[in-house]
C-alpha cells in the first residue's frame, strides 16, 4: 500500500468514527444492505397516490416501486414516515437507504443525494375555491398561498432565489397538503399550490368547493434519492427500467390514480404484475 491509499484508508476510517457507519458505507451499500436482510425507504406518507395510509398501512404508487426494489436486492422492505423536509437530512444520517416520496429531482437538492433515473412527470398545480379570486396563474400575485412546507411548491412560492416570475403576498407552511387544503376551504389562504396528482386527490373530496386550474406552475420529474455516491443508485435504476419497459410502471400508476383506495384496482395492479 503506497503513501496515498494508506492516508485514504485511515481518512475513511476517521470519517466512519466522525460520522457514523452507514453514512460512509454509502459505495458498498448494497452488499450492507443484503448483510443486514432489509432496506429502508423513508417517505412523509401525506401524499395520495403517491404515499398516504390506508389503515395503519402505507401504501401507494412509491410504495409498489420500493416493493420492487426490495425484491430485487432480496430483502424485506421497511418504511419510515416523517416530515417532508426531514428526509434529505435523515438519509443523510444513515438512518434510512433511500427516500421515495413523489420528490422531485432539483439541482439543489442534488448537493446532497443522488438521483435515479426520473419515474414520473409531474406539474405544480393551484387549488382555488370555485368562488374565489384566483382564476389563473398570473392571479396568485399579491395572494395568500399555502404549500406544504420544504416542498418545490414551497421553493417556488417563496421565491428566494428569485426565479419565480410570479411574486405571492404570503406562503403560509403546513406539515401536510390537507392542512393547506383546511385552511383553503376555511378562507384563510386563496389558493394552495401542491403537486398535480395530489391535487386531484385532495380536490376529489371537497369538488363542491374547490377546484384545480389546468395552467400549472412549473414542471417538473421525479426520482429517488440516494446518499451521494451509493451504489444503490444501479439498482433502483434497472428496477425503473424494468418496471417501464413491462408496462408494469403505467398499471401501478393507473390503479393507484383511477381510486387510490379502490381495493379492487390495486389488487388487479399486484395480480396484473405477478
Ligand atoms: N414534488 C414535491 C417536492 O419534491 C412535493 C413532494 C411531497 N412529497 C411527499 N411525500 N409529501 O418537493
Not at 57 to 74: F, H, R, S
Not at 132 to 158: H, M, P, W
Amino acid at each position: 500500500m503506497n503513501m496515498k491509499k494508506m492516508t485514504a484508508v485511515l481518512l475513511a476510517g476517521a470519517m466512519t468514527m466522525a460520522m457514523g457507519a452507514s453514512a460512509v458505507m454509502a459505495e458498498g451499500e448494497v452488499e450492507a444492505i443484503k448483510a443486514a436482510g432489509k432496506v429502508v425507504m423513508t417517505t412523509n406518507a401525506e401524499f395520495e397516490p403517491f404515499e398516504f395510509k390506508d389503515g395503519e398501512e402505507i401504501v401507494g404508487i412509491d410504495v409498489e416501486i420500493a416493493k420492487k426494489i426490495a425484491e430485487k436486492l432480496g430483502v424485506e422492505l421497511e418504511i419510515t414516515d416523517i416530515a417532508f423536509d426531514s428526509l434529505i437530512p435523515s438519509l443523510n444520517a444513515g438512518k434510512a437507504d433511500f427516500i421515495a416520496a413523489g420528490m422531485t429531482a432539483t439541482d439543489e437538492r442534488r448537493k446532497n443525494v443522488d438521483f435515479s433515473d426520473d419515474y414520473f412527470n409531474a406539474s405544480q398545480t393551484i387549488i382555488t375555491a370555485i368562488d374565489g379570486e384566483v382564476k389563473s396563474r398570473a392571479d396568485l400575485e399579491g395572494k395568500i398561498v399555502g404549500v406544504q412546507q420544504g416542498t418545490t411548491g414551497d421553493i417556488y412560492c417563496t421565491n428566494e432565489d428569485g426565479s419565480s416570475d410570479i411574486s405571492v403576498a404570503e406562503v403560509r407552511r403546513y406539515p401536510k397538503g390537507m392542512d393547506a387544503v383546511s385552511d383553503l376551504l376555511a378562507g384563510r389562504v386563496d389558493a394552495v399550490v401542491i403537486d398535480d396528482f395530489p391535487a386531484k386527490k385532495l380536490v376529489e373530496k371537497n369538488a363542491d368547493k374547490i377546484m384545480t386550474l389546468d395552467e400549472a406552475m412549473t414542471e417538473e420529474t421525479y426520482a429517488i434519492a440516494v446518499p451521494l455516491g451509493s451504489d444503490l443508485t444501479e439498482v433502483v435504476n434497472e428496477v425503473i427500467k424494468e418496471l417501464n419497459e413491462s408496462g408494469e410502471m403505467d398499471k401501478i400508476v393507473s390503479a393507484y390514480i383511477s381510486d387510490g383506495t379502490d381495493e379492487a384496482a390495486e389488487e388487479e395492479a399486484s395480480s396484473d404484475a405477478a
